[in-house]
């Protein structure tokens, strides 16, 4: 069987927030949407947070419209939480997916998984009424054999798995912890495979990271963001795209020859 081709969805959230910090309509991440899809992006992702921290109701109403471009015509993933007025807005919006996460207030960034079997009797309804809509819908959750047999079960076809303890032990050096985060990965790609989902990945990956991935045939969509709007700062936008999406292809051409992930 042929392995899949691996999809790269570029986060622009944090393009938001260099606007937000000022004020103003600039930079925009509209723009940088669009700047990503030329230099090679597959679709876009954006986090409509309950604080509108960073991506704002408009900017997703934007990114809707010309994303949906014949011309342009790539899918926008909305990232949310699973509250009533973020399936609303979903409905109106009617992106290509949503992928459910957790949210709190305090944090910095999505902090771990979504919790889906202490919230499946919330999230059946919910995950119902996406599918109901057309809108594909994505679950973010750890690698945990629990949580990936509850995501069937809510018949989301999608998960996507957080790597972000695996990346945080690769860049800080911390190898034994790499092995065992990368291992729990590969089994949790293997059986979220097997029950019929399709296996995304997101949160830190890098580079080194995302070539390492890569090489999981399970996986078939990395979500990258931070690391890829920091790097642009330095490179630009379009050549940070194309580095990550060389570094994926590398990636993919080591299936079957990955070894411990660290």
Known sequence: MSTPPLRLGVNIDHVATLRNARGGAMPDPVRAALLAIEAGADGITAHLREDRRHIRDDDMARLKEELSRPEISKP????MAATAEMIGIALATKPHAVCVVPERRTEVTTEGGLDVIGQHAALAPFVARLNDSGIRVSLFIAADPRQIEMAAKLKAPVIEIHVGAWCDAVVEGKTEKAKSEWLRIVAGAKLAQASGLEVHAGHGLDYATAETIAALPQIV??????????????????QSVKTMRAAMNRGRGKIGKTGAGV
Not at 76 to 79: A, D, K, M, S, T
Not at 227 to 232: D, Q, W
């Open 76 to 79: 926008l993933n909305f990232e």
């Open 221 to 238: 969509e990395l979500n990258i963001g931070h690391f890829m709007m920091g790097e642009a700062i330095f490179v630009g936008l379009e």
